[in-house]
């Protein structure tokens, strides 16, 4: 089947697509009783290019040495040259009888297998190339597993001479490869992992010199050493094995995450794989010392199947953990025998045949597991709090329509999530969550017992849906509360903790208690290091970005931090113990540095998910806390009190003063920027004269006149973060909505429902989408009304022309008709389902391409397409979908019209594109900028992929009678090829209509930061007002 994950293989493979499609339509015209037109001489011009492509393919042959490409290459090349004569034959025929039905069949069968057999070719070269990447990676494994057995400096410079070719070709492919790439996380997965084997390749190096250094001196930190040095060559062997893993991919899910359990599970099966060879080498070996490098992998084995096994299916999980403890068992039976020196008995070798035997199917086992887990379809909740919240308002939206238990799962984490916030609060937040939490899950209980007694449509269950949906949101913005705090109180100052840590490091000998002090300073290190990381995990989790690779990137983030804190601290002993020893201290300066750089990522990482205003609202009531804290410490005549309060409070202006230059560097408007500057600049003024009078008042705290000077200008510095605070804040406030006029609503002149500007027809939104009482999917009364200020960039919500919202519906009578629209031009991306009610069909079983067209109709259908060309365009893409759901089951239209579907979708995707880079261009705010380019980036090569994949599957129409699809397909496919095709071609449809929502997304956000004097503008209105 085709594949597109190369820049290579997609330039070849769409022109291919482009010819075969245009004979799939002559085919269908021929079809309605036209005559075939003479294809001798564009049949003639393939034939020339097929038998080019078959010459190069046997020189590739004959020069290769890759056994599996010699092998798998010839069937490849047999099909596209069997291809070729099949379109030879056809134009024959077509040329001796226009009207012949075998020389069509035999026109669309060659066709086929010009496109399949070239897509197999490409992907057969690409393959082997793939291969000699990793058969360079493995070397770099290879060498890294004998990191920990080198204890002499002439082996760590033989080590070095092996493992620096081998790294630096590895550097040059893989770079090479990701240029390559077509989907952009791949590529960024590799960019990543490579740096990160750079960057720890002489820290490597250096760690390992310090331990063969202590080795041979027989002095102290042996240990602390070899955990450094083994830490590193893991971390090296970690990333090198991502980098194999994502070099063998060929496709992309825009819904995968990392912490994704079927994620997980690749990643763990790939390490697997990795140390088997290590460990059946082990188990070759009689004579192999227990605990060597073989034993070590072996056991690794072990562990990541364990992952697996608590990630998959209930059934496969007691397989896998049955075989672990077997194996396990066995292996300690044989490193004892062998610790005995009996590894050479009959009793030692049959086990070790035997585990080689069981890690085989151990393999295979696991490897099915995940298959399972894969085609077992289950929907996980999301992973942050406002993922799970949507996923919470789809059900309370639909509670009588079965999720699988996601909407009940999604509520269920969530109150887990603000539990787990909830302890680590003071009071009242504490207090406050945990009872939220109890309530959310209490409602939660009610509505799912109603749903079980067939009563989830019923009025009461719809009042709970309501009220569980108001508790939700109150719930969340709670949580978002209580992180803000936790945010304030965790990053206030990342790198005190660490100056003063390397302080005691380096504290000279015959310090007085300086081993005292070291002890200290490496616990308040560690803990706050931890706290710093579970803090950044809990942010991207609740924070207010759904930016999937932010909230990755934070999380490896906290991870990192949290895997480098012990591993600073043994250097740290190190250094400490051999002052003198320059390894040591170029050691303790990499990590440190190491350290250092991932503290301050993890918090700019951190200010990114959180709003800026709201950041120093919270910095600012901190910073009044201290201060009363100030003032009972003069009641108290309590100097230190003073002074570690007035430390926090400039700390926490300092903290404040970052966040607004941070603003500042992210916008491009230079009167946003020139009023932070202001703002920040008295700011930074105010925090001197506040330390300084803070001074005089711990000097003699019974000054009266000094504790007022200070009380005056600590008032100044509260007021400038608050002035900053406005300064930050001005630009995204949105206009507040006009209140209706009330008086205006007089029943009698008309029914409530009469058309009010954009899709002010309120009787089209009954059940929150969409669609009359009587359509498809009528989902009851709308559950969350939008909160007022639901304008973008100052534009008007919809109606906002009338000056009053619809009236309510007489007693007895009948609606009036809509108001027809105004007379004037009507914009070419407006919609037509902006006056008129419109169906969306509801997806039913095993439907997922309509699944993800409904998915994005849901997300869209809120806005007005007036004047906002990206909804206009992510509308028609969505009704494009459904259509194209039914014309790959087979449910009317012919190959023609599939085809045409998919090159319209493909149309309306570079409509998304475009207007998503024109709003980039015109975003002031560069992270807004940034994500908006990021998601939009991959839309254009997902639609080339849909018009390939749709042609493809247009030549298999009808081509073969249908069978029953095992794995509960769109479509009942007639062959292997065929499930295949359509497989492929439902991934793609997902992964469009996924990237399309993040675009409307991202691109509503950016629109509140665009330049004023553009002349651009996007209208974002809600097509039901707040107060209807």
């Known amino acids: 089947m085709p594949v597109f994950h190369t820049k290579t293989i997609e330039s070849i493979l769409e022109p291919v697509a482009s010819q075969v499609s245009r004979l799939v339509i002559l085919h269908e015209e021929a079809e309605d009783g036209g005559a075939m037109p003479d294809l001798e001489k564009p049949v003639r011009a393939v034939s020339a290019a097929v038998e080019n492509l078959v010459r190069v393919g046997h020189e590739t042959i004959n020069h290769s040495d890759d056994p599996i490409l010699k092998q798998d290459m010839p069937s490849s090349l047999r099909r596209v040259t069997e291809a070729s004569k099949t ?25 086929r297998g010009i496109l399949q057999g070239t897509s197999s070719l490409l992907l057969c070269f690409d393959e082997s190339e793939v291969r000699k ?15 920990e057995v080198i204890e002499s400096m002439e082996d760590l410079v033989q080590f070095v001479k092996d493992l620096s070719p081998s790294l630096t070709k590895v550097s040059h492919e893989v770079d090479a490869r990701q240029k390559e790439l077509t989907h952009q996380p791949h590529r960024e997965i590799l960019i990543r992992c490579l740096d990160s084997v750079k960057a720890l390749a002489p820290i490597l190096i250096c760690s390992m010199k310090i331990f063969i250094q202590i080795l041979q001196q027989g002095g102290k930190g042996i240990e602390e050493a070899a955990e450094n040095r083994n830490y590193l060559a893991q971390r090296m062997s970690d ?7 994502v070099l063998q991919l060929t496709t992309y899910d825009e819904d995968e995450w990392d912490a994704d359990d079927i994620s997980v599970m690749r990643k763990a099966f790939s390490a697997m794989e990795s140390k088997m060879q290590t460990a059946q080498d082990w188990l070759a070996d009689p004579r192999a010392l227990k605990g060597g490098v073989g034993e070590k992998a072996l056991r690794q084995i072990l562990d990541h199947a364990l992952r697996v096994a608590d990630r998959c299916l209930p059934a496969d999980r007691d397989a896998i953990r049955k075989a672990v403890a077997d194996i396990s068992n066995m292996v300690d039976s044989l490193a004892e025998l062998r610790a005995e020196g009996k590894g050479t008995s009959p009793q030692a070798e049959a086990l070790a045949r035997g585990i080689a035997q069981r890690l085989t199917e151990l393999s295979r086992t696991v490897g099915k597991a995940i298959q399972n887990a894969e085609r077992s ?19 309370l939206q639909a509670p009588w329509v079965d999720d699988k238990g996601l909407g009940q799962n999604a509520i269920k984490q969530i109150t887990e999530e603000g539990r787990r916030i ?9 207090t406050d969550l945990a009872r939220l939490c109890d309530e959310v899950d209490q409602l939660s209980g009610q509505l799912a017992d109603l749903v079980r007694r067939g009563e989830g449509d019923s009025p009461q269950a719809k009042a709970i849906a309501q009220k569980l949906n108001e508790k939700l949101n109150e719930l969340k913005n709670l949580i978002q509360s209580a992180l803000l705090q936790r945010v304030v109180e965790d990053f206030v100052d990342v790198g005190t903790p660490l100056k003063q840590f390397t302080d005691a490091v380096l504290a000279p000998e015959g310090t007085p208690n300086r081993e005292g002090n070291f002890h200290d300073k490496a616990r308040n290190l560690t803990e706050h290091a931890l706290r710093a990381a579970d803090t950044a995990r809990m942010v991207a989790a609740g924070g207010s970005n759904q930016n999937k690779r932010a909230v990755e990137g934070l999380v490896n983030a906290a991870n990192h931090i949290e895997s480098l804190t012990p591993q600073l601290v043994n250097a740290g002993k190190i250094r400490m113990e051999y002052p003198t020893n320059k390894a040591a201290d170029e050691h303790f300066e990499n990590l440190r540095k190491q350290f250092q750089d991932g503290m301050n990522n993890m918090r700019n990482l951190v200010d990114d998910q959180l709003d800026g205003a709201g950041h120093l609202k919270a910095i600012e009531e901190a910073m009044r806390r201290h201060g009363r804290l100030c003032d009972d410490a003069i009641v108290q005549n309590n100097p230190q009190k003073m002074v570690d309060n007035t430390s926090a409070i400039a700390r926490l202006a300092n903290r404040a003063l970052m966040v607004g230059k941070r603003e500042a560097d992210n916008s491009e408007d230079p009167h946003y920027v020139q009023k932070i500057n202001g703002a920040a600049d008295r700011l930074q003024g105010a925090i001197a004269p506040m330390v300084q009078d803070a001074k005089a008042v711990a000097a003699d705290t019974r000054n009266q006149p000094a504790a007022n000077q200070w009380r005056s200008s600590n008032r100044n510095l509260l007021d400038a973060v608050g002035k900053l605070r406005e300064a930050v804040t001005h630009e995204a406030q949105p206009p507040v909505p006009p209140m209706p006029d009330m008086s205006q609503m007089n029943i009698g002149k008309h029914g409530y429902g009469g058309g009010h500007g954009d899709g002010a027809n309120t009787a089209g939104y009954r059940g929150g989408h969409v669609g009359g009482p009587n359509a498809v999917g009528h989902m009851g009364p709308q559950i969350a009304p939008k909160p007022p200020g639901d304008f973008r960039g100052g534009y008007r919500s919809a109606g906002e022309d009338d000056q009053a919202p619809p009236r309510p519906q007489p007693p007895n009578a009948q609606p009036a008709p809509p108001r027809p ?46 004047d906002n060309e990206i909804i206009a365009a992510a509308k028609r893409m969505a009704l494009l979908m459904a259509r194209l759901s039914q014309l790959v089951r087979g449910e009317g239209g012919n190959k023609k019209d599939l085809i045409d579907c998919a090159k319209q979708i493909a149309a309306a995707s570079e409509d998304v594109t475009r207007a998503a880079k024109k709003l980039a261009r015109e975003c002031t705010d560069k992270r807004m900028r940034t994500a908006l380019l990021q998601v939009c980036e991959r839309i254009p090569t997902i639609g080339t992929q849909l018009k390939i994949l749709s042609t493809v599957k247009a030549t298999m129409l009808g081509a073969q009678e249908p069978i029953p699809s095992p794995d509960g397909s769109e479509i009942q496919c007639g062959s292997e090829e065929d499930q295949e095709a359509t497989e ?15 675009v409307v997304r991202v691109a509503e956000g950016a629109s509140i930061k665009m330049r004023t004097d553009s002349g651009y503008k996007l209208r974002w209105a809600r097509k039901r007002p707040w107060y209807t």
């Open 821 to 866: 629209p105004p007379p004037g031009h009507r914009s070419e991306y407006e919609t037509d389902d902006e006056d008129r009610d419109f169906d969306f069909p509801m997806p039913g079983e095993n439907q997922p391409i309509l699944a993800a067209a409904y998915g994005l109709h849901q997300d869209v259908s809120q806005w007005s397409s007036k």
């Open 984 to 998: 492929m071609l439902v991934g793609n449809a997902q992964n469009l209509m996924q990237s399309v929502k993040d």
């Open 87 to 111: 379109l030879e034959k056809a134009s024959d025929m077509i040329k001796a009888d226009p009207y012949s039905k075998q020389a069509r069949r035999f026109l669309i069968d060659g066709a």
């Open 239 to 245: 990333e090198i094995n991502e980098i194999v893993r």
């Open 377 to 395: 379809g289950i929907q996980q909740p999301a992973h942050t709090i406002l993922g799970k919240l949507d996923q919470a308002r789809r059900w």
């Open 133 to 147: 990447i990793i058969r360079e990676c493995k070397k770099v494994l290879d060498y890294l597993a004998v990191a």
């Open 422 to 430: 909830a302890k680590q609060c003071p009071e009242p937040h504490r």
